[in-house]
């Protein structure tokens, strides 16, 4: 079977902005549907891919009354694993509305700005925090934390860049209502 989309899971999370995808050690996991997951498995790959041939759920028959995926779903908004679903149903409604194509063009810009954020303000323990303001924040409101962040912290080590833009991120945060750290 043809993978179009390797770097968006069957249920339509962004693998991208996973920490599982953004290390560098030998555990990274190349997205959903890379070779190694599916070697491994979970009951998305098992049921859409390896049986019925599909990318994704919402491809299936069955999707509006699939209990496993509407569980999974059900459980995003409330809590996390150790990867953000607050925004799998927001992702479901745009692709929805705009395909999977642009909301992949979409992921590959917040990827684009969790790099920048890894490169130049992690100082070894942000990664998590990163990835999920990468997921939660809109795009403009990123793209303005970092350049405030940059010009903020110009000349000072990496503890003291992160710290700056954790202070940005967390304002904005704290207007909008949003969470950046895991519901368990």
């Known amino acids: ?9 069957i249920c339509g999370l962004s693998c991208r902005l996973c920490p599982m995808y953004n290390t560098d050690a030998e555990s990274r996991c190349f997205g959903c549907k890379s070779s190694t997951r599916m070697a491994v498995g979970c009951p998305f790959i098992t049921c859409a891919v390896k049986r019925k041939g599909i990318e994704f759920c919402w491809e299936c028959e069955v999707s509006g009354t699939c209990e496993k995926w509407k569980n999974h779903r059900e459980a995003g908004k409330v809590r996390d694993s150790f990867k953000c679903y607050r925004t799998l149903e927001e992702d479901l409604s745009f692709i929805s509305r705009h395909g999977v194509a642009e909301f992949q063009e979409v992921q590959e810009r917040r ?17 998590s925090y990163y990835c999920i303001a990468a997921t939660v924040l809109e795009l403009e409101e990123l793209e303005e934390a970092l350049a405030r962040a940059g010009e903020e912290s110009g000349g000072l080590d990496v503890r003291a860049r992160s710290k700056a833009l954790h202070r940005i991120l967390d304002g904005i945060a704290s207007k909008k209502d949003y969470r950046l750290k895991l519901r368990k």
């Open 111 to 127: 990827a684009l700005l969790l790099r920048e954020m890894l490169d130049n303000f992690n100082e070894g323990r942000s990664k």
């Open 1 to 9: 079977m043809h993978i179009a989309y390797p770097d968006i899971g």
